[in-house]
């Protein structure tokens, strides 16, 4: 009786870790639907601050004090974003409205084309819905454009609300610079030692390597296809390489969603052109994975594969996009804690074996 006591408490523990889990997760999901603009503004805010904190450091290395190295920075920093906004922005403002225009009537060529081909299966007797396929196909997309044609509007009109956003993000980024060591420490001062340290270890190597070296091979992807697109004479080059890049930030399936909705984009115009749009990305992406990924990101997450794919789609029910951005670091941040916590408690000094003195 006393043997099957602790055995049904076990299993009652085990039981219950499943929905306390699951009721975590909602009650977070439901905690940012509720606060998502403010948590989006410090979360951006924290990855730049992060970012801005290699240049920082390299100020501070040739006898720059910390503050005025943060203002140089951040002085920097705007430069370059007013100089984005007043060269590249007006032409892809311009090419994304073409583009939106544009696609209504590639969605009607296309869908004559599958019109063919579906004839030409039925002529043979193939069970192939092609037409139907179609059709679904471009209510899906046109629904899309409705949906995203009202902001891309409030982007080109440069609203209120993304100036003082952009504004927040700089002066909060500017103030982490500045205390945000002091605050983080007072944080973990609230979290025992042990779990602590290795916590802060752990969420400082995830968060800093990923941003960093997911920004990198970004940036490498979307400047790398510029000069192959524009061989190609693809259209809407800036605005296909936008989209390539951004979606490279995403980890794991970034690549081939950002690869992939190009090369349907271009399919609808051209088939053809299409292919040696996926040919050259997929080419450039194999580049980025075999020769600079692993020299730049290396495997400091230690996750397996399909960690990562629950991960991000943990991250995309409880913060969406942003979820999914950071679904990675959190979870790498998890496991390097949890790894280190069990190293420590696994750590037996074991003593010197004594020899016992010969007999005489």
């Known amino acids: 009786m006393a043997r099957r006591q602790p055995d049904l408490q076990r299993w009652l523990v085990i039981g219950l870790i ?39 450091r390299a100020f501070q290395k040739v006898r720059i004090k910390r503050q005025g190295a943060i203002v140089i920075v951040i002085l920097i920093t705007i430069a370059l974003l007013a100089i984005l906004t007043l060269t590249l922005m007006p032409i892809l403002l311009a090419q994304t409205s073409q583009l939106l225009e544009k696609i209504p009537g590639w969605l009607e060529s296309s869908r004559l084309n599958l019109d063919a081909w ?64 002091k605050l983080w420490q007072g944080l973990l001062n609230l979290i025992p030692p042990k779990i602590a340290v290795p916590f802060g270890e752990s969420l400082r190597k995830n968060f800093h390597n990923f941003f960093l070296s997911q920004i990198l091979l970004a940036l490498f992807m979307a400047l790398a296809v510029i000069p192959v697109f524009t061989a190609l004479k693809v259209p809407f080059t800036l605005v296909f390489a936008l989209i390539i890049g951004v979606a490279e ?51 400091f997450t230690g996750l397996n594969p399909l960690w990562i794919f629950i991960a991000l789609l943990i991250g995309l029910q ?32 074991v003593e010197p074996e004594t020899k016992l003195p010969p007999l005489d």
Not at 267 to 280: C, D, P, S
């Open 249 to 299: 930030i995403i980890p794991f399936i970034g690549a081939a969603l950002g690869i992939g909705v190009v090369t349907l984009l271009v399919a609808f115009q051209n088939g053809w052109l299409a292919l040696q749009v996926a040919f050259a990305a997929i080419v450039l992406q194999q580049i980025r994975d075999n020769l600079l990924a692993p020299k730049i990101m290396g495997d």
């Open 118 to 181: 579906d004839s030409w299966a039925k002529a043979r007797n193939y069970p192939i819905d092609l037409k139907g396929f179609g059709s679904r196909l471009s209510t899906q997309i046109e629904n899309q454009i409705q949906n995203f044609a009202p902001q891309a509007l409030g982007l080109a009109l440069g609203t209120v609300t993304g100036l003082v956003d952009t504004i927040l993000v700089i002066v909060l980024a500017f103030y982490m610079l500045l205390y945000g060591e």
């Open 18 to 56: 499943g929905p306390i889990a699951a009721l975590n997760i909602w009650l977070l999901s439901q905690l940012f639907i509720y606060f998502d603009h403010l948590i989006a503004v410090l979360t951006i805010a924290a990855i730049l601050s992060f970012l801005l904190d290699y240049p920082v």
């Open 318 to 349: 409880v913060a969406g996009v942003l979820g999914i951005i950071v679904a990675v670091p959190v979870a790498g941040t998890i496991k390097g804690t949890i790894d280190a916590i069990r190293l420590a408690d696994s750590t037996i000094i």
